[in-house]
């Protein structure tokens, strides 16, 4: 049951790559636990609510916090509304799950002197592997690209003439992206130390499309030498993009189709965030919210 349930996650709902693997990886320990739970042949169609509520506490006492073992549940879900919809039978795969209480993650955003730091020049070689890797931190913080959207990117979707870029996201829905000035400046500086580049936007030193581990290395070590901020991915500049435009004034359903979001409510994070920054501002700045007032 397992790889038609890849394949129709694959094929029918076009995920990426790397949440069919998430979604393989959560059901093959899902699936592991309960051949031992039954002891004799795996049947999926005795599955009981015990069995669902022992992984849930296994998870939790494997030291998973309650953000990861939600996730699972949710895999669980989406395959447990599968195997009723291929077999006709009701399970406790698909209802009644109750997911666990947990409390809300806020990440900081670079600051403005941060994002600075880590555009500037002293970050970066003074040869093309320098201008390619701080041209890449300029699109991830002006165009808000999740980490597959930018290896993904190809010059074919850059339209100079209208200032625009067609993005393809998840679940191949496309977005159209205004590109600011400054991009444009440096994409023509990069595509003239970069001339080989015919395909894909970004390349390594062999013009080969960038690996999603490469990616992360990389930026997670300029991210390094330009703040010391806990979170050091490729998203946190995907966050510090919409935080910033917030913070600005921009409209949350803006930044919403900028970003690419199916609903508000992802979008909607933002906001909490934002609000955590300016009461950072405010205790720091009023006389009578510092320490030593």
Not at 31 to 57: M, N, T, Y
Not at 282 to 293: I, L, T, V, W
Request: include cysteine.
């Amino acid at each position: 049951m397992l790889q038609p349930f890849i394949d129709y996650l694959s094929l029918e709902r076009r995920l990426s790559t790397a949440t069919v693997k998430a979604y393989k990886a959560d059901l093959t320990q899902w699936l592991d636990f309960l051949a031992c739970e039954q002891g004799d042949e795996l049947d999926l169609s005795l599955v009981e609510k015990a069995h669902v509520r022992r992984w849930v506490i296994y998870l939790s006492n494997q030291g998973l916090d309650p953000r990861s073992v939600n996730r699972k549940i949710s895999s669980l879900r989406t395959f447990g509304r599968f195997y009723k919809q291929v077999s006709g039978k009701s399970n406790p795969m698909s209802d009644g799950i109750m997911a666990l209480k947990q409390k809300q993650r806020l990440v900081r955003a670079l600051t403005l002197d941060e994002v600075d730091a880590l555009l500037g020049d002293s970050q970066y070689a003074d040869n093309r592997i320098g201008l390619r890797d701080r041209f890449m931190m300029l699109t991830l913080y002006t165009l808000g690209l999740r980490r597959m959207e930018l290896i993904n990117l190809r010059h074919l979707a850059i339209d100079v003439e209208s200032k625009t870029v067609r993005i393809l996201g998840k679940r191949n829905k496309e977005r159209l992206l205004p590109l600011l000035p400054v991009w444009l400046a440096s994409y023509h500086a990069y595509c003239a130390a970069w001339p080989e580049n015919k395909s894909w936007l970004f390349t390594d030193r062999q013009g080969k499309k960038m690996g999603e581990r490469f990616v992360y290395g990389l930026i997670n070590g300029y991210l390094k030498g330009a703040s010391s901020i806990e979170t050091q991915s490729p998203h946190i500049l995907r966050h510090t993009f919409a935080t910033h435009l917030l913070d600005m004034g921009a409209d949350l359903s803006v930044i919403r189709e900028l970003l690419g979001h199916s609903n508000l409510s992802a979008t909607q994070i933002y906001t909490h965030a934002s609000i955590e920054q300016l009461k950072r501002v405010y205790e720091q700045s009023h006389p009578r919210g510092r320490k030593d007032a």
